[in-house]
C-alpha cells in the first residue's frame, strides 16, 4: 500500500511538472516574444514577418519540449510497471521467484511434452536457532546464499521459487527421478563448500516425479515435502546440536569471560546436585545446563556484555531479555526443552519478584533454583570490570540474607553446609 500511494504521488508530481513547465514557457513567451522579435528584425516588414510566424515558432517549441517530457514521463511509467511486475512475481529478499509465480506458472508448465516432471523442496534447516541467537539479518543472509546455492544447481529451464519462510522448492521440466536425485545432491555438495559464519549451510531436501499425464502434480509436489520431512527429521536431531555448540562458542568468542563463568557455575551446580542426593542423571543435566544457561547473550550487543560501567535502564532490559533468548533457542530441539525450561526460569526468585515469568517458590524447576543459586555465587565471587570479588564473608551473608527471598532456603543452607562447609548463621540469630 505505501509503495501505491509513494508511485501514486511520483506519478502527479510528474504530471504537475510538464504542466508547470508549459506554463512558464507561456507566460515567458508572452512576455519576450515582441522584444526578441524586434531586436532581430532589422526593420519593419521583417518586423511584421517574424511577428505573424512567431506562433507557430512557440507552437513547434513546446511541442518538442513537451514530447521530450511526456516521453520521459512514460519510460517512468513503463519503469515503474516493470518495478510492480517484478516485486508481484519475485521474492524481495532472494530475489528467486515467489510462490504466486510458480503457481502461476504451474499450469502452463503442466503439460504432456514437459513429463517427466520433477519437482524438488528444499528447507533450510537451523533458520530459526540462527535468527534467535544471531538476529534476522544473518538470517536473511542465510537465506540469501542458500537461494544462489540453489540456483547454481539449476538448469535455466529450471524453476526455482521461495515456497515458504525456509523453503524453497524448484520444478524441473522433462526430469526423471534419477535426473532429480542428481540435482539434490549437486545442491548438497554446493551447501557443504559454502560456509557461514562460523557453520556451513544445511539443507533438507525431498524429491518426486510426475511420469505420466494421470498424476495430479498436487500429489507429486506432497510426496516430495513429506520426503524432505523426513529427511529434516532424521538430519536435525545432530544438526541442531552442532548449531548448539557453535552459538556457545561464538558466545565465548565474543566475551571469553563467559566460558569461565558457565563453566564454574556447571561445576559448582553438580555439587549442589551431589549434596541434594539427585540421581547421576539429574546431577549430569545440571552441569550442562550450567554451560547452557547464559546462551541466550549471544543476541546481547558485545558493548553491552563487555561494558565496565554500571548498565543503564535499557541495557538492563536488554541483558534481562537473555533467558527468553537461550529457551527460544534450546527449545528448537526436542531433546533439550526440559533444558530449556530451566535456563528461562534460571533468574526467578523465590518470593515471585524474578524475571521473566515471576515464578515462586516451587512453581520454579528445581534445576533452576540451583542454577540460580551456583550463577550468583560466582557472580559473587569473581571479578567483574565494575567491582571487586566479595570476601568469604561477604557472600556468606549475602546468600544467608537472601535465603527465602531469591534463594530456595533448603537449598541455600545445603550449599553453604555441604559443600561450602560452613556454619549456618541464620540472620535472626545474628540479629
Known sequence: M?????QKFEFQYE????????LVLGFLWIYFSDKIAYYLAPSKDTFLLINNYKGWVYVIITAIILYLLISEFFKKVEQSKNEVLYLSYHDVLTGVYNRRYYEQEIKWLDIEKNLPISIIMA?????????DAFGHYTGDNLLQKSAKAIKSACRPQDLLARWGGDEFIVLLPNTTSAEAEAVSDRIKDICKMESFKMFKISMSIGWDTKSNKETDLEEVLKNAE??????????NQGLRGNLINTIVNALYEKNPREEQHSERVGDVSQKIGSALDLSDIEISKLKVMGHLHDIGKIAIDEGILNKADHLTESEREKINRHPEIGFRILSASNEMIEIAECILAHHERWDGKGYPRGLS????????????????YDAMTSERPYRNALSEEKFLQEIRENAGSQFDPEIARTFVEKVLKKQWEPIDSEE
Open 2 to 6: 505505501r509503495y501505491k500511494m509513494k
Open 15 to 22: 504530471c504537475a511538472k510538464i504542466c508547470f513547465i508549459y
Open 123 to 131: 528447507d533450510v534447516n537451523g533458520l530459526k536457532m540462527i535468527n
Open 226 to 235: 513429506d520426503h524432505m520431512y523426513k529427511y529434516k527429521i532424521i538430519l
Open 361 to 376: 517458590g516451587e512453581e520454579i524447576p528445581l534445576a533452576a533454583r540451583i542454577i540460580s543459586l551456583a550463577d550468583s
